[in-house]
């Protein structure tokens, strides 16, 4: 019984030395720096990992060149709806610990994207939410379908479908007159 106890400890010990809190482990998912996504295979003590990428077999990469997997980097976190800066909609599928997302966008697919770059969605930004009936800068009516943290906005315009605007150049519904001393709401 004791040589069992041992042998577990021993095990237990090892696997701690080959992935230590924090560093890159067999089974993690990264990718590499040329915005390939993978999955680590194995570690090496020089420096070195064999890394199944997706879609194209398995290969060494330095450690040093691979961005791990993580839940959140920034503010922006696996399954948050983004905004990229070419203004296109999407759901973020990976983020990883060197600034990088991979986010599946509604029409185009799944590309890489600078984490950093991304406008994450809220249902409401200072006294701006989503449903609020809107005027653009064109006197076009409509309505706000997704707001993000970069100043961009969703809007359904009335007859035209989806476009993209600011919405600090949003107009947004008022439930009284501007010159009337009422309590106003959205």
Known sequence: MKSLILLVSFFAS???LACPSGNLCSSDRVIDSADKLGTVQEVFSNGQ???HLDG???YTRAVSS???GVRCNNHICVGDRVID???YLGTVEEVFDNGKSAVHFDVYGTYIRPTSSLGK???CIESVCVNNRVIDSNNNTGTIRELFDNGKSAVYLDGYGTYIRSFSSLGIKLSCRLRDACSCRN
């Open 14 to 16: 090892a696997a701690a």
């Open 56 to 58: 194209y077999g398995t």
């Open 49 to 51: 990992a064999t890394v």
């Open 85 to 87: 800066s070419y203004e």
């Open 66 to 68: 691979l961005g791990k």
């Open 121 to 123: 969605g809220f249902r």
